[in-house]
């Protein structure tokens, strides 16, 4: 059994991570502010005496004799990391420096959520990790890509100077049962759309691509790289090759859930990538083989699934 701290545990991923981690038999602390998490989220594991529920913002130190931290604690749909973005800013360096400081101080394990927005809009793909990206400094997701950046840099230089014990995975687009309905990323509101008959709201033409993660793969793979020995530090791109317009993703959500709903097009917001694919030739060779196993088609019903309930329970 490890102790484990899970900052952002009261979220989409956090959550599903939680249930795992517990499931094996570890003794876990799941930390939220509930700026976009929920405790409707972990409902089933309040009140179990391996979990402890902390309400807690990552921009102040939290200190607790752990064995490995997962670092997710940051608002991820460009919707809510946009709504603030100076704290959005805050949370991950100041975020990361707090847990890297926790990590030094406990000599644990730490692995951080970046993500494939480190990418920015870029030019060389399926994106590898050695490639440096093409990231707008200045603009509306700066926020967020330059955070993340940030951080890691931050948990490179903690790893060199100090020896911290550090992971880093670059998530690509990830879905699933436990996302908000409110939560405005694509995957949730096309389904949300679709099953309320409302209109699916396409940004741009819809020719910009993505590579859909079901998020038990992600888990999957974000406990192989926090069992990894120290020398393994990443980065380590954690995604589902298989690559889908918008389009492509609106027609399937109108196949799986028989809706009636029309596409209409809305302006592309600024920024916006035109291409995502990741390259997981690192992730298979250092994690066991690791690749994903849930295909889109499969993950989707399973995910329009849980809305269904969701919905109607609402
Ligand atoms: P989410 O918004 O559902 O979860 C983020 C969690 O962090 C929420 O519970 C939120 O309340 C909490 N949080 C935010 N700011 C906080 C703060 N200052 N202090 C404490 N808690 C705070 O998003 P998610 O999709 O579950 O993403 C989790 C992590 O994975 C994030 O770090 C995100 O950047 C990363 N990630 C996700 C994806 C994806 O496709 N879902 C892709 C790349 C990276
Ligand atoms: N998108 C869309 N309609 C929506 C929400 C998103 O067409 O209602 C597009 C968005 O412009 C982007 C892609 O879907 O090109 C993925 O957006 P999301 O916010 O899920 O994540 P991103 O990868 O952009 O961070």
Redesign the pocket.
Known sequence: MKRILV????????SCLCKRLLNEGNDLIC???????SKDNILDLIGQPRFELVR????TPYYAEVDEIYN??????PV?YQYNPI?TVK?SVM?AINVLGLAKRVRCKVLQ?????VYGDPIVHPQVESYWGNVNPIGIRSC?DEG?RCAETLFMDYHRQNGVRIKIIR?????GPN??PD?G?VVSNFIVQALRNEDITIYGKGEQTRSFQYVDDLVDGMMRMMATDDSVTGPVNIGNPSEFSILELAEKILMITGSKSKLVFRPLPQDDPTQRQPDISQASALLNGWKPKVQLDEGLTKTVDYFRTRITRS
């Open positions: 900052t952002g545990g009261a979220g989409f991923i956090g930390l939220d502010n509930y700026f976009t998490g807690h913002d990552v921009i997710l604690a940051c608002p991820a749909s809510h704290k949370t975020g959520a970046s993500t494939s927005e967020y993340k998530i690509f687009n990830t879905y996302m908000n939560d990323r």
